[in-house]
C-alpha cells in the first residue's frame, strides 16, 4: 500500500498525540508543547498517510536563512514499521530542509533506540557528541548526530525503469524529470503470423531482450548501474507471464545493486509519459488509454494519489479491434497501420458500421466504457455479405468506415468524460494514437469544446520503460517510500493502485 506524506495541519493534532503516546509513553510531549511545535513559524511538520490514516509524523525546524536544520522528532505507529514509512518521513524532510538553504542536518536520539539510530544512519548521519542524562525523567543519554546534505541526489534522482507487460521490453533512464534514455524491443514481428500477441512467445522474448536492453539504455545514458537512485518496474496491469520476467529481474537488480524499488501501475505510466514530453503534467485531466492491451478513461486528479477509472472496454481494446479487422480483410498484423494505408482515398460514410456502449439505453449504465466486437463482428458480416453476392469489396471504403466508428466513439466518449467533469483538457496515450484519423478528430473536436489537448511524441506514447522510470522519479521526488519486496506482478491490478 502506498504512503502518501503531507504537510501536518491543525486538525491532526490528535492523531499525532496518538502516535507520540503510544511510541514514547513516558517522555510523550504534552498536547501543548505538541500543538505550538506544529504552528510555530520556523518548524516544518509532515504526516504519513496510509489508506486514508496517519500512520506517522515527523517535524524538523530551522531559522529563516539559517544553513542549519534541526529534526525534532519523528515516529510511526508500531503495526506499521519496517515499511519504508519512517524512511519516506526522512527523505521529505531533507528535501524541505534542502529546499530551505541547509546545508547540514542536527538531531538528538535516546542512546536507546538503536532502531531510529539506523534509520538516522541510513541518511548519513554521524554521531558528533553525547548528552548526558539528556531524557527525563529516565535519565537516558542523548546522541547528538550530524549529516552533510550532499548536492541532489534525491531531488533530480537518476530512475531506471523496466516495462513488460506485453510484447515490448522496455528501459528508460532518467534523471528528475528528463528523458537520458528509451530502449525498446519489441516482439511483434514474432507475433504477426498469429494475428495477436502470444503470451508465452512475449515473456520468453522478454527474457531474451531484457539484458542487451538493459546494456544498451545504460550505455545510451552514459551512467552505471551503482549510480542509480532507483529502480522503477511496471507490476500490472498486463499479461501474467510478461509482467513476471520484468518483475523478477527488477527485484534481482534491486538486490544485487541494494537499490531501493518501487512497483508500479502501467496505465498511471502512460499519463506520466507527459512529463517527458512536457516537464509537468497538468492536472486534473482526462486521459484515453488506447492500444493493442488497453482502451482506459481516466480522471487524474493527481498523478501519485488520485487516477480514477471511469471506463474501459468490456470487451476488445481498441487496437485489437484494428487488428481482428485487418485480418478479416486480409491485412497483415499489427492491424492498426495497414488500416490506416487500406483507408486512404476511402470514404469513411460509406457504411454505417455501429458505434458500440453509445445508445441512450448503454449511456445511462456505460456512459464512459468502450465496446469493439459488435464492430468487429458488422464488418466481418460486410465482407461475407459482399463475398456471397460475388460484389468486389471496396476495401478502401469499408476500411475508411471502420476507423471512422473507432475514432468517433472513442473521441466522443473522451469529450463526454472531459464536459461532464469541469475538465478542460484531454491527454492521449498508447500505440493507437499513431493513427492519424483519431489525432485529427481529437485535434478539431477538443477545440470546439475548448479542451487543451496533450498528444505526447509517439515513442513515448507506445510501451516503454522510460514512462515507468518517469513515474518511479515522481515517487521518488515526493519523497515515497520504495515498495517492499514482496510485491508480485498482478495482471488486474486496478488503476488506483499507482504504486504496489
Ligand atoms: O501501445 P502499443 O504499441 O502496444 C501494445 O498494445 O502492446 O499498441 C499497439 C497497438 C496495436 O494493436 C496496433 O494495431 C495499434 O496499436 N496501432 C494502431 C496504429 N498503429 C498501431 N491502431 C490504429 N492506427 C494506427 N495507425
Ligand atoms: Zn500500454
Known sequence: MA??????????????????????????WSIETMNSELLAPHTHYLVAIVD??????????????????D?????????????????????????????????????????????AQKLYKLFGFKQIGLRKHYYQPDGVDAFVMKTALIDDVVLEPLVLGIETSCDETGIGIVR???????????????????GGVVPEVA???HLEALSPVLEQALREAGVSLEQLDAIAVTN?????????????????????????????????GHVGADILDQGKLTVPTIALLVSGGHTSLLLVRDLLNDVQLLGETIDDAAGEAFDKVARVLGLAYPGGPEIDRAALGGNPAAVRFPRGLTLPKDMAEHRYDFSFSGLKTAVARHVELAESRGEALAIADVAASFREAVVDVLVSKAIAACLDHEIPRLLLGGGVIANARLREVAIAKCAASGIELR??????????????????????????????????????????????
Not at 505507529?77 to 527523505?91: D, F, Y
Open 52 to 69: 486514508d490514516s496517519i500512520v506517522g509524523y515527523a517535524g524538523s525546524s530551522q531559522l529563516p536563512g539559517a544553513s542549519q536544520a
Open 203 to 205: 515473456a520468453r522474448a
Open 236 to 268: 500490472g496491469p498486463g499479461l501474467a507471464g510478461a509482467l513476471m520476467v520484468g518483475v523478477g529481474a527488477a527485484k534481482a537488480l534491486a538486490v544485487a545493486t541494494g537499490k531501493p524499488i518501487y512497483a508500479v501501475n502501467h496505465l498511471v
Open 455 to 500: 498528444i505526447p511524441p509517439l515513442s513515448l506514447c507506445t510501451d516503454n520503460g522510460a514512462m515507468i522510470a518517469i513515474l518511479g522519479s515522481q515517487l521518488v521526488q515526493s519523497g515515497y517510500a520504495p515498495s517492499t519486496l514482496d510485491f508480485s506482478a498482478d495482471s488486474t491490478l486496478p488503476v488506483t493502485t499507482i504504486q504496489s
Open 71 to 115: 529534526i525534532q522528532t519523528i515516529a510511526v505507529k508500531p503495526n506499521q514499521r519496517g515499511s519504508g514509512i519512517g524512511k519516506a518521513l526522512m527523505v521529505a524532510l531533507t528535501q524541505e530542509a534542502k529546499r530551505n538553504g541547509a546545508k547540514e542536518i542536527f538531531l538528538e536520539v535516546r542512546a536507546d533506540n538503536t532502531v
Open 176 to 194: 528528475g524529470n528528463t528523458l537520458l534514455s528509451n530502449v525498446i524491443s519489441s516482439s511483434m514481428d514474432l507475433h504477426a503470423r498469429f
Open 3 to 28: 504512503t502518501v506524506i503531507r504537510d501536518a495541519q491543525a486538525a491532526d493534532l490528535e492523531a499525532i498525540m496518538s502516535i507520540e503516546q503510544e511510541c514514547f509513553t513516558s517522555d510523550a
